[in-house]
């Protein structure tokens, strides 16, 4: 079911709000967070192996990105965090599981360092994927430092110049643009379907919010924010092949929260819903009944009221 959740300032935002299975157990609801450049399309490997689960699932598109309101001056990491908790608190009834790609993890990060009460009384378990907890301004996309920067400020200027021009997206066709996309956001032996619809997702998204958005991902710091999910089930999974978020950025949100489970994918890259599918369904499918039994244990307990 297709629907536009509108929040306080007006901005509207794309829905996918999948009808629960006729199977599905009482149970959290599983939000996906897409990465950063894509939209909602980016869980299509992973709807259907989650609904055979009897999962309840709900994308929708970042402002800045698909179908959503357009990106302005002051899209950031943050207010996508805050349209996040308005859509929880408006919009979804009961306990959530967040699973955030990339930027979507850092989405759910914002989300517990600006609001983490909501954080405490909704959210049941998080799967991060190929995320990071800050630091990334010094990424090098797995290149010499120098030839990491010069790469990433081509980048920069390139896309300035063509927002400059009245270009609202990539002048180019998806084709042109898949070396690249294997390059950066895959592994080894990457499949070619999985790298062509990467790339023409990454064809049709809007230059604006490359440009506000990249400005706030320079500068986030969310790691001692991750306290808020302290004692609730998280896994972090990363690919060994990640240019973009690499084993370290998962590393060091382990560390930060002792309790969660690292599982590193042997020849993966970034882009895990595509290369990983079925082991990133099986994490997603793990959690929720781990947060489930959770759940239902607190509330046995008195401490939370039912769903």
């Known amino acids: 079911m297709d629907e536009w ?17 006729p199977e599905a157990p009482p149970g959290p609801t599983v939000v996906l967070l897409h990465c950063y450049a894509l939209d ?9 192996p989650l609904r055979a689960a009897g999962l309840r699932l709900l994308r ?16 950031s990491v943050a207010l996508l965090a805050d349209d996040l908790a308005e859509l929880l608190t408006t919009g979804v009834t009961g306990p959530v599981v967040l699973v955030g790609h990339s930027l979507g993890g850092m989405v759910a ?4 360092d600006r609001h983490p009460d909501l954080v405490a009384d909704r959210v049941a ?11 990334l301004g010094r990424l090098d996309l797995g290149l010499p430092v120098v030839l990491g920067a010069a790469l990433l400020g081509l980048e920069r200027r390139g896309v300035a110049v063509l927002t400059g021009c009245g270009f609202d997206h990539l002048p180019l066709p998806p084709a042109v643009l898949r070396p690249a996309t294997r390059w950066l956001a895959f592994g080894a032996r990457a499949d070619d379907v999985a790298v062509a619809d990467v790339a023409e997702l990454a ?5 604006g919010v490359m440009t506000t958005l990249r400005r706030s991902l320079a500068e986030i710091d ?7 999910f302290d004692g609730i089930p998280v896994v972090v999974a990363v690919g060994d092949r990640d240019r973009v ?5 998962a590393r060091e949100i382990v560390r930060r929260l002792p309790g969660a489970e690292l599982v590193v994918l042997p020849g993966a890259g970034h882009m895990l819903p595509h290369e990983r599918t079925d082991a990133v369904a099986s994490i997603v499918v793990g959690v929720v009944h781990a947060a489930r039994c959770r759940w239902d244990r607190e509330v046995e307990a008195g401490w939370r009221a039912a769903a």
């Open 5 to 21: 959740f509108v929040a306080a300032d007006g901005a509207a935002l794309y829905l996918d709000d999948h009808a629960d299975p």
């Open 40 to 48: 909602l399309r980016a869980w299509d490997p992973l709807i259907a």
């Open 245 to 249: 978020t690499p084993t370290d950025h």
């Open 109 to 112: 990060m914002a989300l517990a």
């Open 60 to 75: 929708y598109d970042h402002r800045g990105h698909g179908w959503s309101t357009r990106a302005d001056e002051h899209t």
């Open 222 to 228: 969310f790691r001692l924010a991750l306290v808020a």
């Open 203 to 207: 064809a049709s998204c809007h230059l």
């Open 125 to 135: 378990g998080v799967v991060f994927l190929a995320t990071s907890s800050g630091d």
